[in-house]
């Protein structure tokens, strides 16, 4: 399970109580083991006094008997009285200069002299030491030159245990009592001043910030603390300030925004029933004469047929090519009317092929086209359809044919040549003309409404600024382009319906 970034985190006052305790210890720490060194280190001096005491002691008493008449007291006699004491010593014994112990009272003698011993049989001199670790057995051990009855020299060692400084009754009371006495003083005084100026003004802070984020913008933040929290205040409060007034800019300008697109929407639609009335004014122009001669034969027709026939084959002739002039004139009013309509709204699949020799057969009839030589290119290898409103895709081709047949007819021998390119996730459909092209101007405007190279009357500057924006709405592309042998390529890109 993931933890959020409070879960995660401690606060703020949680870490600062960690830290004064953790000063605070230290501080305990370091005071107690300040004392306990001094305490340790009295110690080790007031034994080492001690045992040296013990050996004078012991060695005045030894050299007294040794010049005593045999009936004296013995070594032996002298260092037993010594081990039934309270002294509790670890080591008792005497040496001599062959390592051979001769009195022993308590402890060990080693089995070669030492260092102690070499000083004290050979150097004549005392030597002292104090052995052991911190943590285990430590002693103060004292060895001293030593002459026995019958002039034997020889060494006398003592080794005192060392108790570490206790805490009850003794000065290491008081060094528990004042550090600990310190540091809660430390700790109440910290935490107090801690909370007074630190944590609650972060607080307060923190939840003027709540409330400024959860959309109260004007919220002002006041604190008493030092001065950079004073300047965090003061920010945050101007943060607020200006949040206000931004929302209530923002609240205006998305008004106004709104606004426009309402009346940006109802333009568009007008310019696009406008465009779609202009192209069907201009197809009815020309359609004007084509609908004109076939009617005319189909009336030569019927006149002739009024008139008695006898020659029955004449008769079924004059009547199947009235039929046939009939259904000329039926598919040209048939794809006018389609045209002209507002989008249906209805988003089927589309056959873009069939589509495209429809706005072909079109747009032929119109009288500025009927120069143009308009070839179609199989499509055997092309082939799909695409999810969008037929007449809307109608449209587009018509509008992009027009175009490339009134550029066409600049050059000596116009020809528009209509091709399609199947991919792996979308129909391309590729005009191309033989006029002089876009010039650079062209290339980056031509889609915008208005925008026309035609003379003032000749057009609107909708064509394909109403065909880009059907493609687009269709998730597919419209890219305008020259050719290097001259004239101008438009290609039309539509996704297939499942891609779609």
């Known amino acids: ?94 040496v001599g200069a062959d390592a051979r112990p001769l009195h022993v009272v308590a402890g060990t003698p080693p089995e070669v002299l030492d260092g102690g011993l070499r000083v004290a049989l050979f150097g004549r001199d005392r030597d002292i030491r104090v052995d052991g670790s911190v943590w285990g057995d430590r002693g103060v051990e004292v060895t001293a030159p030593v002459i026995l009855r019958g002039g034997v020299n020889a060494a006398i060692r003592v080794r005192l245990p060392l108790a ?60 008493d603390a030092a001065l950079e929290l004073r300047l965090l205040c003061d920010s945050l409060n101007a943060m607020s300030t200006e949040l206000s007034q931004y929302r209530a800019r923002t609240a205006d300008q998305v008004e106004r925004l709104r606004r426009a697109n309402i009346d940006l929407q109802a333009a568009q639609a007008a310019l ?39 020659d029955e084959a004449m008769q079924e002739d004059l009547l ?24 249906s709204g209805a988003v089927e699949p589309v056959d873009v092929v069939s589509v495209v020799r429809d706005a072909v057969d079109l747009v032929r009839h119109i009288p500025g086209v009927r120069a143009v030589e308009v070839t179609l290119e199989p499509a055997s290898q092309a082939g799909g359809t695409v999810r969008m409103q037929r007449d809307l895709l109608q449209q587009v081709f018509v509008n992009i044919l027009l175009n490339a047949a009134h550029a066409a007819r600049l050059s000596d021998v116009p020809v528009v040549t209509v091709g ?6 979308h129909l391309a459909v590729i005009v191309r003309d033989n006029g002089p ?27 394909l600024a109403t065909a880009a ?8 592309e419209l890219e305008l382009a020259n050719q290097p042998d001259g004239g101008a390529r438009v290609e039309v890109r539509l996704p297939y319906e499942d891609a779609a």
């Open 1 to 94: 399970m993931m933890l959020t970034m409070d879960q995660r985190n401690a606060s703020l006052w949680v870490e600062i109580v960690l830290a004064l305790t953790l000063i605070t210890l230290i501080t305990i720490v370091l005071n107690a083991g300040v004392f306990w060194l001094i305490l340790k280190r009295a110690e080790e001096e007031r034994r080492t006094d001690l045992a040296e005491a013990l050996v004078d002691g012991m060695v005045a008493q030894l050299e007294v008997a040794a010049r005593a008449p045999a009936s004296g007291p013995r070594p032996a006699e002298i260092l037993g009285a010594y081990a039934t004491s309270a002294l509790n010593l670890d080591s008792l014994y005497i």
């Open 320 to 343: 199947r090519r009235s039929r046939l002039e009939l259904e000329r004139i039926h598919g040209i009013i048939r794809g006018l009317l389609d045209y002209s309509r507002l989008g």
């Open 437 to 463: 092209g876009f010039d650079d101007v062209a290339l980056e405007r031509a889609v915008e409404p208005f925008f026309t190279t035609k003379e003032p009357g000749q057009g609107t500057g909708l064509g």
């Open 420 to 425: 399609f390119q199947s991919h792996a996730d």
């Open 272 to 310: 696009v029933r406008s465009e779609r009335l202009a192209g069907v004014g201009r197809l009815a122009a020309g359609l004007a004469h084509e609908i004109g001669n076939p009617l005319s034969a189909v009336l030569g027709f019927v006149e002739f047929l009024e008139q008695p026939v006898e």
């Open 469 to 476: 924006r059907i493609v687009e709405g269709a998730h597919g």
């Open 164 to 223: 570490s400084p206790s805490v009850f009754g003794s000065p290491s009371a008081f060094t528990v009592t004042y550090t600990t006495s310190t540091g809660v003083l430390i700790a109440i005084f910290g935490f107090s001043l801690f909370r007074r100026r630190l944590i609650r003004p972060i607080a307060l802070v923190r939840e003027g910030t709540r409330r400024i984020a959860e959309g109260e913008f004007g919220h002002q933040v006041e604190v």
